[in-house]
């Protein structure tokens, strides 16, 4: 598939103060590319975007308000003149068993994760239409295999991948492509956070290979870049992901037979889990909601 210098492009990357978001801000701004950052924590994009190599700006939003992201929308076309690409990558995870979640959490990682990337769509689609620009959605493992003690964020990301796929096919014939990014366990916040619980981190290191390995963040994201250069309808941030896509109809399965095992070896450790949000982003997500309440 050719490619598509990034030079001059204006690209939109959600999630972008810190891991996945923060890094590809950076080397898309390094290959010539036009950044906007979208996220929660102003002072952090405003650090991001200064350091930045060429253009930039940053604003303040929750990819879950569709008034403000259609305000952000605007902003940014009036800032550069156009949108060419969306990375819709914010994202917030928990952990825990089900039956213990904490309700509002559970909700929340939905709301984050799957509504608000249609979210984010919605209201840039207008310009992308325009541009025939690049959609390119952030999903994950999680939405390939289903995980115990993910029940959230698995149906979280499964749930934007169907969304994405189907988009694809609508708005394809208006010019705009539409891509789906899968990354394993990456060196981000969100994993190091989860790490921190005991048990968490213990299951995640019984899984099989390569599943249970911390990959690191770079070459994850020099995947994503060159996704977005190609207009990828798929993008692996690790190599052994495009192999799970063929067994994936066996994956079920082979986790309910193999997960129960496992629930049943942990069970004695259960009670007592962290049941919110995950990681400084997850922080930055609670402490957001909180202003608003108060």
Not at 190 to 195: I, L
Request: hydrophobic fraction near 45%.
């Amino acid at each position: 598939m050719s490619r598509v210098g990034l030079e001059g492009q204006v690209v939109v990357v959600t999630g972008a103060a810190r891991g996945v978001g923060e890094l590809l801000a950076r080397k898309l701004s390094a290959r010539g590319a036009t950044v906007a950052l979208v996220g929660l924590e102003p002072e952090a994009l405003k650090e991001v975007s200064a350091r930045l190599h060429g253009d930039s700006d940053h604003w303040h939003a929750d990819v879950t308000d569709h008034e403000a992201m259609s305000r952000v929308a605007r902003e940014v076309k009036e800032r550069f003149g156009k949108v060419d690409v969306v990375v819709a990558n914010a994202g917030v995870a928990t952990g825990g068993p089900f039956v213990d979640s904490d309700p509002e959490a559970w909700r929340r990682v939905i709301e984050v994760n799957l509504i608000g990337s249609a979210v984010t769509a919605r209201a840039f689609l207008p310009v992308l239409i325009e541009s025939r620009g690049y959609l390119l959605q952030i999903a994950s493992l999680a939405a390939i295999t289903p995980a115990p003690m993910m029940t959230a964020y698995c149906a979280s990301k499964a749930g934007v991948e169907a969304y994405a796929h189907s988009l694809r096919a609508e708005v394809g014939y208006r010019g705009v492509r539409v891509g789906v990014a899968y990354l394993s366990w990456t060196d981000t916040d969100m994993v190091r956070g989860a790490d921190q619980d005991e048990v968490m981190r213990e299951l995640r290191q019984r899984l099989p290979w390569p599943a249970n390995r911390t990959y690191p963040l770079g070459p994850a994201v020099d995947r994503i870049v060159a996704g977005i250069e190609r207009r990828a309808g798929h993008v692996y941030g690790q190599w052994w992901l495009r192999g799970m896509q063929g067994v994936r109809g066996y994956l079920p399965g082979i986790v309910g037979t193999v997960g129960q095992r496992e629930m049943r070896r942990f069970a004695p450790r259960l009670r007592g889990m962290r049941t919110g949000l995950v990681g400084a982003g997850g922080a930055a997500d609670e402490q957001e909601r909180s202003v608003r309440r108060n």
